[in-house]
């Protein structure tokens, strides 16, 4: 076998049998049970006295969102703040400028959401005070925003009847105390000693094998590349992401940060098994990902490792695949594994640049964004399944003539509806925000903007489309990744894609928590032999069979005018 596919292989196999036992931490802590991280006790006591925080206090579904989406407000204008008036706070060796409005607008809520989206480039956009006491902070506290949420999921599951979905200030500082930060620190300290920078002196001049002389910057990099990839936030400390050979000196260190942004979307998989003592319906729901993932994954390592066929057509030798774009140090094989993990689990990091897959591997890469439910990002990544799983329920129920149940609480109208809504948004968002950009870019692409439409795009016709179309896609779906042919630092993208970030998170936060609470508290049903089995084969079929369709049905037509329009003119 090609020794880029044993790496493939061993890496996924290494994040697997890292998360299981991780998850069974997991579901400790938020059991309540006791854990080695129980010495962390006197600081949560510490962090809710002073606080004010009663965190024994169970919360309805009502009362956890309003405490949720408040906090994050507030530190959604605590970034913005912080961003407009950079230059002149301390750590700045570099002397990195304030960020304009529009740019600080779209970045304080990217990195709010868990999407790092960034329409700056990562080492002269940012100082490093920003880097740290921003851009760190938001990665820790919006990937443990995302954990709560799938906790208050767990609850609402575990109880038979209940209103109480858990206290949202104690699953949250404890998803950073005891998940988050002890993690980040141990793969901060393996990527300080293998090249990844963790100091605070300015640029370094270096002189290449050229002679060329080049300023090289630096900074405290490893413990934010830690949490970017461990919380599924992406965001790079330098503008080439983990293409950067500081960001990502060596394959093993690729291989760590590919098992770090997995490992927490995998491990609360296996946790909700273990929490709600279900583990056959969380293995179902393991499968079902792991098969939809593979079925974006295995074309896409092929097509990459082929390369472009027109190319080969010449009499041009193409051994190693289309190298275009990807980092020699990696190859076209791992490239390939990162582009659709990075998409499927929301990080966005990169370690080559997704404009310059082939047309069918971007395509792949959307839908993984598109659908945003193989893994996903922290906690919400299961928040996203089961919206699907509410939609199957719901139709499962009415090919059997019954009421549609799930684990013991009848599905009604008021869920369903709640399901179709937040999926029929995603659509809105996404369609609606590429035909604007579309239609702005025939009508005005030569107006005197700052920056004018016709410099959007460096890449005219189907692939020009698909820049604006993975934009918004991967705005929608909390990713951040980015064909970066597009020019998207602009008052126009900056806004667009702002709106898009706040609500391509928190609806699809706000509908699943919203169900969970009101399922919860409905008188329980016991099972009975005309009920669904929803931790059994043919529903893991059926649900895979809705996601399936409902992408399709969605996206088809956008896709066919991009990537697939692309790959038939080669």
């Known amino acids: 076998m090609n020794t880029e596919l044993i790496g493939v292989i061993v890496t996924f196999l290494l994040t697997v049998l890292l998360a299981y036992p991780l998850a069974k931490y997991i579901a400790k802590v938020f059991a309540g049970e006791r854990t080695f991280t129980d010495f962390m006790n006197p600081m949560e006591r510490f962090i809710y006295r002073i606080s004010g925080i009663d965190s024994k206090k169970g919360m309805n579904w009502k009362e956890f969102l309003t405490a949720m989406l408040m906090i994050n407000m507030l530190w959604l204008f605590y970034a913005f703040f912080l961003l407009l008036n950079q230059a002149s706070l301390p750590l700045n060796p570099d002397g990195n400028p304030n960020m304009a409005p529009d740019l600080s607008f779209n970045t304080a809520i990217s990195f709010l959401v868990n999407c790092n989206l960034q329409h700056y480039s990562g080492e002269i956009g940012l100082t490093y005070f920003t880097q740290l006491f921003v851009i760190t902070f938001l990665q820790f506290v919006s990937a443990a925003t995302g954990i709560a949420a799938a906790v208050a999921l767990f609850n609402g599951l575990k109880h038979k009847t209940t209103e109480n979905l858990g206290n949202f200030w104690d699953i949250f500082t404890k998803s950073i105390t005891r998940i988050l930060l002890p993690v980040s620190i141990v793969i901060a300290v393996i990527l300080a000693f293998n090249g990844s920078p963790a100091s605070y002196d300015g640029k370094d001049s270096i002189v290449t094998l050229q002679g060329d002389t080049v300023a ?30 500081l960001e990502n000196p060596t394959y093993f260190t690729g291989m760590l940060e590919l098992i770090a942004q997995m490992i927490i979307p995998i491990a609360m998989l296996f946790a909700l098994g273990f929490y709600i003592r279900r583990k056959k319906f969380a293995y179902m729901i393991f499968a079902v990902m792991t098969i939809g993932m593979l079925f974006l994954i295995v074309p896409t390592i092929n097509w990459e490792m082929h390369g472009n066929p027109e190319i080969a057509k010449m009499g041009i030798m193409q051994a190693t695949g289309a190298m275009e774009g990807k980092e020699v140090r990696f190859g076209p094989a791992i490239s390939g594994y990162w582009s659709i993990v990075t998409t499927i689990i929301s990080t966005g990091s990169v370690n080559s640049m997704h404009d310059s897959s082939m047309p069918l591997s971007g395509m792949m890469q959307m839908l993984g964004m598109l659908i945003n439910a193989f893994y996903g990002g922290c906690g919400v990544g299961i928040l996203n399944y089961y919206i699907y799983i509410i939609i199957a329920v719901f139709i499962g129920g009415l090919m059997v003539g019954r009421t549609p149940e799930f684990m013991g609480h009848k599905v009604e109208a008021r869920e369903v509806k709640i399901a179709a809504l937040v999926t029929l948004l995603s659509a809105f968002l996404i369609k609606g925000g590429t035909a604007l950009a579309a239609y702005y870019f025939v009508q005005h692409g030569n107006a005197d903007w700052a920056v004018k439409p016709s410099a959007w795009l460096n890449n005219p016709g189907n692939h020009g489309f698909s820049e604006m179309f993975y934009e918004f896609t991967s705005s929608n779906a909390n990713n951040g990744s980015g064909f970066e042919g597009l020019g998207d630092n602009n008052i126009f993208w900056n806004v667009t894609t702002g709106f898009v970030l706040l609500l391509g998170r928190f609806l699809p936060i706000i509908g699943p928590v919203a169900i969970a609470g009101l399922l919860a508290k409905k008188k329980y049903i016991p099972e009975s032999s005309g009920t669904l089995k929803v931790d059994s084969a043919t529903f893991g079929i059926l649900t895979f069979a809705i996601i399936i ?4 049905l ?16 080669m």
């Open 549 to 552: 369709i409902i992408t399709a």
């Open 554 to 569: 969605s996206y088809f037509p956008p896709l066919v005018l991009g990537p697939i329009a692309e790959y038939l003119g």
């Open 216 to 245: 090289v910057s630096r900074g405290p990099a490893a413990g934010m590349i830690a949490i970017k990839h461990l919380g599924t936030n992406g965001g790079g400390w330098f503008g080439a992401n983990s293409a950067h050979p």
